[in-house]
């Protein structure tokens, strides 16, 4: 148990919607990294905040946004969802002044139709 | 740029036997090295870490690595596997402080031959 929990667990949405999907960091954590994970494939880096700012973000179109809140907690919003969007999202949460170790919580599995 | 590439996209040892999963690695910048495991359904969780110091490290379920600079490598080991180690295991590393960003390779799939 990491301590990091998402939600939803699942959703499905039809392409063209909307999605916002939410994270709660471990606590004491105040940086947050977001993964896509395709169906047999490693995770891909979207984007990192840290103190409620964008800190590196990965090759990922600008319809995917995200944002922190002062308890450190998590959205991920995508616009405009296409058929290539369906993928479990990882959120992950760490100590910037720490040991640098993500704490990954269980994911959101995304299906779009 | 940083990448990881995972030798073997599947693995299958028997029972007891010694576990090898390979990880080759490409780094500008001395790297902090990851092994996580992804059981069915679930997120990633850390199974070792190395960032600075001694070279071998020791992680959960009886799992090791050793990070060899000199072949680019960080390799997990574990002498006995065991029916619950079947799972997804992926290599990832990352640049460190300040850049936690992990990237990953495209994972290995255990399989443990009763």
């Known amino acids: 148990e990491t301590g990091v929990t998402q939600s939803p667990t699942h959703l499905i949405k039809t392409r063209g919607q909307q999605v916002t999907l939410r994270c709660s960091s471990q606590s004491g954590h105040n940086t947050v990294s977001w993964y896509q994970q395709a169906l047999g494939q490693g995770p891909q880096f979207i984007f990192q905040?840290?103190?409620?700012?964008?800190?590196g973000r990965g090759n990922f179109p600008p319809r995917f946004s995200g944002l922190q809140f002062p308890n450190y907690s998590s959205e991920l919003n995508v616009n405009a969802l296409e058929l290539d969007d369906s993928a479990l999202y990882l959120c992950?949460?760490?100590?910037?002044?720490?040991?640098?170790?993500?704490?990954f919580g269980a994911g959101t599995r995304l299906s779009v139709l | 740029a940083q990448s990881v590439t995972q030798l073997g996209s599947h693995v299958s040892v028997s029972e007891g036997a010694l576990v090898l999963l390979r990880c080759n690695y490409s780094s500008s910048v001395p790297p902090y090295l990851f092994w996580y495991v992804q059981y069915p359904n679930q997120g990633l969780q850390l199974l070792l870490k190395y960032t600075t110091g001694a070279t071998l490290v020791k992680g959960i379920n009886g799992f090791e690595a050793e990070f060899k600079k000199s072949e680019t490598s960080f390799h997990l080991t574990k002498p006995s596997a065991h029916m619950s180690d079947a799972a997804e295991y992926f290599c990832?590393?990352?640049?460190?402080?300040?850049?936690?960003?992990?990237?990953f390779g495209t994972g290995t799939r255990l399989t443990i031959i009763p």
């Open positions: 992950a949460s760490s100590l910037r002044e720490g040991q640098n170790i993500q704490y």
């Open positions: 905040y840290y103190r409620e700012e964008e800190n």
């Open positions: 990832a590393v990352s640049e460190g402080f300040g850049n936690e960003k992990l990237t």
